[in-house]
T-cell receptor
């Protein structure tokens, strides 16, 4: 069965610090997709990234970077030089190729303190 | 602008009443979804639809019903049979169901007293 674990329920860091959000997944499929979403206080989930299981290259987008490691079934998300606007709940998610659904982790609430 | 709209943002109902939550998209997406979010629970799938006039139950469909008469619209009815309906409800859509990212609406916060 597929499963996504975000062990960090809540994290607080001071502005400008780097922070890494952990995501560990379980799947029996060899083809699958991983996602990260951001949910700001307004409530709407914002899509950040989609990664397929055959592409283990790390990705960087501005202050955001993602580290995908199949050997440890992890897809961690790092924010560099955090800003107050980064405060949100972040969800990691998994979709197996054969499945119509996306399974979400329980989310990590990130507080960036000024 | 393309996107997903959900209305209203906040909804209050008395226990025992059915209530329908609206979801409309103009992204020309085939697939649409309804999720429920409770504190500390993440998102749980209620129903999804891959095509007009067809839909499937998700993980927590009991006490809910949906319809998909138009590609753009996927309303969710919370019936009186839903034992704990107070929650934040999110609608999403994607190009197709499998493996593609979903785009979300702003959500409806339903309070039943």
């Amino acid at each position: 069965a597929q499963k996504v674990t975000q062990a960090q329920t809540e994290i607080s860091v001071v502005e400008k610090e780097d922070v890494t959000l952990d995501c560990v997944y379980e799947t029996r499929d060899t083809t699958y997709y991983l996602f990260w979403y951001k949910q700001p206080p307004s409530g709407e989930l914002v899509f950040l990234i989609r990664r397929n299981s055959f592409d283990e290259q790390n990705e960087i987008s501005g202050r955001y970077s993602w580290n995908f490691q199949k050997s440890t079934s992890s897809f961690n998300f790092t924010i560099t030089a955090s800003q107050v606007v980064d405060s949100a709940v972040y969800f990691c998610a998994l979709s197996e190729f054969r499945d119509d659904k996306i399974i979400f982790g329980k989310g990590t609430r990130l507080h960036i303190l000024p | 602008d393309g996107g997903i709209t959900q209305s209203p943002k906040y909804l209050f109902r008395k226990e025992g009443q059915n209530v329908t939550l609206s979801c409309e998209q103009n992204l020309n997406h085939d697939a649409m979804y309804w999720y429920r979010q409770d504190p500390g629970q993440g998102l749980r799938l209620i129903y999804y639809s891959q095509i007009v006039n067809d839909f499937q139950k998700g993980d927590i469909a009991e006490g809910y019903s949906v319809s998909r008469e138009k590609k753009e619209s996927f309303p969710l009815t919370v019936t009186s049979a839903q034992k704990n309906p107070t929650a934040f409800y999110l609608c999403a859509s994607s190009i197709v169901t499998r493996s593609y990212e979903q785009y979300f609406g702003p959500g409806t916060r339903l309070t039943v007293t």
